[in-house]
């Protein structure tokens, strides 16, 4: 039986609360910004207030121009760093995760039905999980296969190891993946609505009590080949928990299951981890779901980094978006300290850094997981030196 073929991450590209690219958000890590501002949704039974980590694009949080964009924006910087001739260009396949997708567009038209004809409104009148890909089609001149996932917050996440498996196996040469998650109101109030929102992000905390959402769009091209140095992309694991909709199981069984299969996978042992790139919502559930699988799947704790006191949650976009800012983290040399989370919970016996060190060579865990129990796992590997 042949080995599976070595997949690498030959570019990426992002635009987040942290800076309209990937090298303005790597600097704005570096100097540990937090840019969660205020919103305030109208129109509503009542108002909704809340924190929101959104693009610092000057433009109304709420236009739809902003969804093609950003995509073919990061779509295109993440293709242009990674050099592709036109051919590769056209025939490069699409992977493409998002909670949300196009749900803004859908929110307007019904917004102007409600206008011209109450009776002959409804809600959701576009789905559009084929619209990102055709947005790239018509700018970019893609024309490879498509491939959309809708798995939660892991949806991105599992479009990178689908493309990795894929390339793996000698299917592809290369894949295209983004994570897309922009503002809606859909979003915005149905978390307010739940209750899940908090005034600021502290992941394991003893002090947490809820996410602060975000927006972000990011591109990863994962290839056989790239410059020499790139990060690899090992391999993972995807599993499902069905204990809740909406909290991971706090016995953090199943995602214990889910890191053993991921090393297996991947080939590594937990020993050989040198940080961990947590979830960490910040909610008090799954959180402590995610602290009990992983100690009980190593014996010593290597590192805990986590994002999104940096990004916001960006939800479905967080497995391309944190991929990208974490490697450029690694690949800059320093694993990023966690601003707010300074106080550790007893009953999690985990916290992640407070200040940034250095990242040396070797593997590292990405976790993300998602409402209805999707549970995701990456190993991606820097070269040594």
């Not at 039986?1 to 690498?8: D, S």
């Not at 036109?86 to 038209?109: C, D, Q, R, V, Y």
């Not at 992983?294 to 944190?322: D, R």
Request: hydrophobic share 45%; with cysteine; glycine share 10%.
């Amino acid at each position: 039986m042949n080995q599976p073929l070595p997949v690498y991450v030959r570019a990426s590209s992002l635009s987040c609360a942290l800076g309209l690219d990937l090298a303005q958000s790597l600097a704005a890590l570096q100097r540990g910004e937090v840019n969660a501002r205020p919103i305030e949704l109208n129109g509503l039974a009542e108002p909704v207030r809340m924190p929101y980590y959104r693009i610092p694009d000057g433009m109304d949080l709420f236009d739809v121009s902003r969804f093609e964009t950003w995509v073919c924006k990061a779509a295109a910087a993440a293709l242009q760093e990674a050099q592709l001739s036109a051919a590769e260009i056209a025939g490069l396949p699409i992977f493409i995760g998002s909670s949300s997708f196009t749900i803004n567009e859908s929110e307007t038209l019904y917004r102007r039905a409600l206008d011209q004809d109450p009776a002959g409104a409804y809600g959701l009148p576009v789905i559009g999980y084929q619209q990102i890909a055709d947005a790239l089609r018509k700018n970019l001149n893609l024309s490879g296969e498509s491939f959309a996932f809708n798995t939660a917050c892991t949806a991105s996440a599992n479009g990178l190891l689908y493309a990795a498996r894929m390339i793996s196996l000698g299917r592809y040469d290369q894949a295209l993946v983004l994570g897309v998650e922009l503002a809606n109101r859909t979003t915005l109030a149905g978390f307010s609505g739940l209750q899940l929102v908090a005034d600021v992000l502290r992941p394991f905390d003893l002090r947490r009590n809820g996410i602060v959402l975000g927006e972000g769009v990011g591109a990863v091209l994962l290839s056989r080949q790239a410059p020499v140095g790139a990060l690899r992309l090992r391999g993972g694991a995807s599993n499902s928990d069905s204990f809740s909709v909406t909290t991971a199981n706090p016995d953090g069984g199943v995602i214990a299951r889910l890191l053993q299969e991921a090393f297996q996978n991947s080939g590594i042992q937990a020993a050989d981890l040198r940080a961990i790139k947590a979830h960490g919502t910040g909610s008090p559930m799954n959180d402590t779901g995610e602290a009990a699988a992983i100690h009980q799947s190593l014996t010593a704790l290597p590192p805990l980094c986590t994002l999104k006191p940096y990004l916001g949650h960006t939800l479905g976009a967080c497995g391309v978006n944190e991929l990208a800012l974490f490697g450029a983290a690694l690949q800059a040399g320093f694993l990023p300290g966690a601003p707010g989370s300074t106080e550790m919970d007893p009953a999690l016996r985990i916290l992640p850094l407070h200040q940034a060190q250095a990242a040396p060579g070797g593997s590292y865990l990405l976790n993300y997981f998602g409402f209805g129990g999707s549970n995701t796992a990456l190993i991606v590997e820097k070269a040594a030196g």
